[in-house]
């Protein structure tokens, strides 16, 4: 699992909804246009699709910045001035 930091930069206001709607699926919401999503190989990949359907790239930008293993730096690269900032916790889930 990586941590990613996700923000958007979408003029439309429909595209911009629906970018949120997807981002909102898989992480969480950090300030206005920027999330934190905690993803394994697969569900980046699943992600990236999503987001490309989603906006126009000729007028849209999403950034999608890998912030390291989960387990490792990737927690300790998100630094807050003012409101403190809860990055998602990591579980396991057993089915």
């Given at each position: ?6 923000s ?49 790239a ?38």
């Amino acid at each position: 699992m990586r941590l990613f930091l996700v923000s958007y930069d979408v003029a439309d206001d429909k595209r911009r909804a629906r970018i949120a709607a997807v981002l909102s699926g898989y992480g969480q919401r950090l300030q206005f246009s920027v999330f934190v999503v905690l993803a394994s190989a697969t569900q980046h990949a699943r992600l990236r699709g999503e987001l490309q359907d989603a906006l126009d790239a000729d007028s849209d930008q999403v950034l999608l910045v890998d912030l390291g293993p989960a387990d490792g730096r990737g927690s300790e690269s998100v630094e807050s001035l003012g409101l403190p900032v809860s990055l998602p916790d990591r579980r396991a889930i057993i089915v």
